[in-house]
């Protein structure tokens, strides 16, 4: 199996504070996991590329700042949203590529809501 | 600029029929093709592959036809179940690349 965990599945925070997301890869090491963010109705847009023991490579137009992805072992990344705002309220979702495959299994999401 | 279109933002099938979901890419370099299945408030399911030395992929009731030549992939789903009522992405990637390129989704209904 290749089970990809994401925690929490929702929060609610006041804005202005940060908050942060895990993602771990339960049943095998992933060197490479992806951050997604997903709007209604909407496609996912990868926000970055996070590789375990090097910084992450983002996107175009997204603020590497603003959120910080650490990938600090082969089964955890994190990405923390900082000075959250009411515009960075969305679905967040992770993955993990497994081994050499293009295919990646994905964590059940975040509902971030930003007051 | 969208590399991989999903034309059809809706799809509605009587049970046990077939689903056959449309995806469409404009990046010819492209030569590994995905579905994903999701539901609200979920992560996607990874469902069938395809890559492009092949035609055709079959697992169970998904088959994927690539047709390479017409930049179109389809995912068949015969018979339907509702069960199979999600969103459906389609996804492409880049040999050598990482990174997963997505369509804007499907939502499929298979009615009872």
């Known amino acids: 199996g290749a089970v990809v965990s994401q925690h929490p599945s929702w929060v609610i925070c006041k804005s202005g504070t940060s908050v942060k997301i895990e993602c771990r890869s339960l049943?095998?090491?992933?060197?490479?996991m992806f951050w997604y963010r997903q709007f209604p109705k909407q496609s996912l847009m990868l926000m970055a590329t996070?590789?375990?023991?090097?910084?992450?490579?983002?996107e175009q137009g997204v603020e590497k700042d603003k959120f910080l992805i650490n990938h600090a072992s082969l089964t955890l990344s994190t990405l923390t949203v900082t000075s959250a705002h009411p515009e960075d309220s969305s679905f967040y979702i992770c993955?993990?590529?497994?081994?050499?495959?293009?295919?990646?299994?994905f964590g059940p999401g975040t509902r971030l809501t930003v007051l | 600029d969208q590399q991989v279109k999903q034309n059809s933002p809706s799809l509605s099938v009587q049970e046990g029929r077939i689903s056959i979901l449309n995806c469409d890419y404009t990046?010819?370099?492209?030569?590994?093709f995905l579905w994903y299945k999701k539901y609200p408030a979920e992560g996607p399911t990874f469902l069938i592959s395809?890559?492009?030395?092949?035609d055709k992929n079959e697992d169970g009731r998904f088959t994927v036809f690539l047709n390479k030549s017409a930049k179109h992939l389809s995912l068949h789903i015969v018979p339907s179940q509702p069960g199979d009522s999600a969103v459906y992405f389609c996804?492409?990637?880049?040999?050598?690349?990482?990174?997963?390129?997505f369509g804007k989704g499907t939502k499929l209904t298979v009615n009872p």
């Open positions: 993955s993990a590529r497994k081994g050499g495959l293009a295919k990646q299994f």
């Open positions: 049943d095998f090491q992933a060197t490479t």
């Open positions: 996070s590789n375990e023991g090097s910084k992450a490579t983002y």
């Open positions: 990046n010819s370099m492209f030569d590994y």
């Open positions: 395809i890559s492009s030395i092949k």
């Open positions: 996804a492409a990637a880049q040999g050598g690349s990482e990174k997963l390129v």
